[in-house]
């Protein structure tokens, strides 16, 4: 079925630093891809997406591009900063009967960013 | 006013009670959701209902009931909660924005313990 693998964390990073989590998905057809972020005691907030290969989403600062070739969509920013610090989740959006899609979640990535 | 809300944050309960979650949105959506969030594991599906007379089981359903009360509530039961359904709750609804159609909206999330 369909899976969503990330990076395991945490990932700590000194400010100003460049940030990279990886993620890889399996899915039939083409699905399209999301970066969700949990800061502390919030709920997910869509960070960026992008639906087909090629697509480059972005967001504050976080850029993140469709890969089909290598069924990727890894997350990156150029200067983290300590308001990054928060739980990164990569996903997919899979059809399922009905022609309704569903969230299909990665164990998350917890990002520690120190001044 | 927060667009998902969640009510209660916090609840600790004992084995074999009755708990029931809510959520409430404003965003005038007709799909809701409820997902379970594990360390390790992200998020999992529970239920889902693309309107009120529309539910449906997600891939973990077995121990949790829902109400779809009206477009804006959506109810998780647990019936006799348990130990291992100590998690963290989050109800979510999806429909067109900015980032395109089907977006998910997460509320803030339930912290459950079952002792």
């Known amino acids: 079925g369909d899976s969503v693998t990330q990076m395991e964390g945490p990932v700590t990073l000194s400010e100003e630093a460049f940030l990279t989590i990886n993620c890889t998905y399996t899915a039939t057809g083409y699905p399209s891809l999301f970066w969700y972020v949990q800061y502390p005691g919030e709920g997910l907030q869509l960070l960026l997406k992008?639906?087909?290969?090629?697509d480059k989403g972005s967001n504050k600062g976080f850029e993140a591009t469709y890969r089909k070739e290598t069924t990727s969509f890894h997350l990156e920013k150029g200067s983290v900063q300590v308001s990054d610090s928060a739980v990164y989740f990569c996903a997919l959006s899979a059809m399922f009967s009905g022609g309704y899609n569903k969230l299909i979640f990665g164990a998350g990535t917890r990002l520690a960013v120190h001044p | 006013d927060a667009d998902v809300t969640q009510t209660p944050r916090n609840r600790i309960t004992k084995t074999g009670k009755r708990i029931m979650l809510e959520c409430s949105q404003t965003k005038g959506h007709d799909r809701m959701y409820w997902y379970r969030q594990d360390p390790g594991l992200g998020l999992r599906l529970i239920y889902y209902s693309f309107d009120v007379k529309d539910i449906n089981k997600g891939e973990i359903s077995d121990g949790y009931s829902v109400s779809r009360q009206a477009q804006a509530k959506f109810s998780l039961s647990l019936e006799s909660a348990i130990p291992n359904q100590t998690a963290l709750y989050f109800c979510?609804?999806?429909?067109?924005?900015?980032?395109?159609?089907?977006?998910?909206?997460f509320g803030p999330g339930t912290r459950l313990t079952v002792l």
């Open positions: 992008a639906t087909k290969a090629d």
């Open positions: 979510a609804t999806s429909g067109v924005s900015s980032f395109g159609a089907d977006t998910q909206y």
